[in-house]
C-alpha cells in the first residue's frame, strides 16, 4: 500500500467511505423510513433480489415447483440501492436487513423467515425435499451447508468487495481474499472428486446454496474474477456447475429478482414473457 493506516484510539463513521455502498452502509440498526411491504395472492411472500443469496430462495422454491410440489409463491423486488431493506416493512421481517426475506403464510399466522440458509432448511423441511431426514446424511447435507454459509462473506464482501467495489484498489486485501476464495474452491473440488454433489450421491440444498456463489464466481461473476483467479482449474467444481446450470428449477430461479430476467415473479406463466436465449443453461451467468 503507498500509505500507512494507523487506526485512531476510537472508530467513528465516515459517511464518506464504502465506495459505491456509502449510501447504504451505517453502523446502525433499524427502520429508515415507514413503508409497508406488498402482499400477493400465494401463501410465501419472498422479497428478494437477484444476487446469490437472494438466488438460493428462488431457485428452491422453482425446484419444489418443477418437483410438483404446492410451493406457488410471489418474489418482490427489493432494491437495496435504494434503500428498500431499510424500509420498516422489510426490517419487521428482517432486522439485519439483508436480502433475502420470506413470509410463510400457509398457516394460521403469518411468520417470517430470515437469512438465506433458513430459508432453504424452513423449505426443505416444509416439503420433506432436498434435505435427508436419516443420519449421517442429514448431517452432511447441514454441514455443507454451514460451510457455505461461513464461506460466502470471504467471497463477496472480501474478495468480490476489494477486487471490484472498494474505492481504491489495493494489493493486500485482494491478495488475502483471492487466496481464501482459491482455498474455498480446492474445498470444494477436493469433494466433488469424490462425490457427484457436495452432501453424496444427491442434489441437496447444500448445492443450492454453494452453487449461486461458486456457480457465480466459475461463470465469471466480479468483472472475469474466474480468469484472475484461474478457476478451470477446478475441473470437479466445473462439472458439478454444469450439471446444476442445466436443472429447470435453477435456470428459471436464477432469473427472478433480476435487470435480465423478471423483476418480480407472481406466477409460473410471468416466464412466458421473456426470452427463449435466457433459459439457455450456458448462457452468460449476472456478474455480481
Do not use: C
Amino acid at each position: 500500500m503507498s500509505d500507512v493506516y494507523t487506526p485512531p484510539k476510537v472508530w467513528e463513521y465516515d459517511p464518506a467511505n464504502g465506495g459505491q455502498f456509502a449510501g447504504v452502509n451505517r453502523p446502525t440498526a433499524g427502520a429508515r423510513e415507514e413503508h409497508e411491504l406488498p402482499v400477493g395472492e400465494h401463501k410465501f411472500q419472498l422479497y428478494s433480489l437477484g444476487t446469490p443469496n437472494g438466488v438460493k430462495a428462488t431457485i428452491m422454491f422453482e425446484e419444489l415447483l418443477e418437483a410438483g410440489y404446492d410451493a406457488e409463491y410471489d418474489a418482490w423486488l427489493v432494491k437495496i440501492f435504494e434503500s428498500q431493506q431499510f424500509w420498516s416493512g422489510f426490517v419487521d421481517i428482517n432486522p439485519n436487513s439483508k436480502i433475502p426475506a420470506l413470509v410463510d403464510r400457509s398457516g394460521p399466522a403469518p411468520f417470517r423467515v430470515f437469512e438465506s440458509g433458513a430459508i432453504l432448511i424452513h423449505l426443505a423441511e416444509k416439503f420433506d425435499y432436498l434435505l435427508p431426514k436419516t443420519q449421517p446424511a442429514r448431517a452432511e447435507s447441514l454441514s455443507w451447508l454451514m460451510w457455505q454459509m461461513g464461506s460466502a462473506p470471504f467471497m463477496g464482501g472480501g474478495f468480490g468487495h476489494f477486487y471490484v467495489y472498494a474505492p481504491e484498489r489495493y494489493k493486500y486485501p485482494i491478495d488475502r481474499y483471492a487466496m481464501e476464495t482459491k482455498r474455498l474452491f480446492s474445498v470444494a473440488d477436493m469433494q466433488l472428486g469424490k462425490t457427484e454433489y457436495l452432501a453424496g450421491a444427491d442434489y441437496t440444498i447444500a448445492d443450492i446454496a454453494a452453487y449461486t456463489w461458486l456457480g457465480n464466481l466459475y461463470h465469471g461473476a466480479y468483472n472475469r474474477s474466474d480468469v484472475f483467479l484461474g478457476l478451470d482449474e477446478y475441473e470437479n467444481v466445473g462439472r458439478w456447475t454444469r450439471a446444476i446450470d442445466a436443472r429447470p428449477g435453477a435456470i428459471r430461479g436464477r432469473l427472478v429478482n433480476t435487470q435480465s430476467g423478471l423483476s418480480e415473479r407472481h406466477s409460473a406463466k410471468d416466464f412466458d414473457t421473456l426470452d427463449k436465449s435466457l433459459f439457455d443453461p450456458v448462457r452468460k451467468r449476472p456478474d455480481f
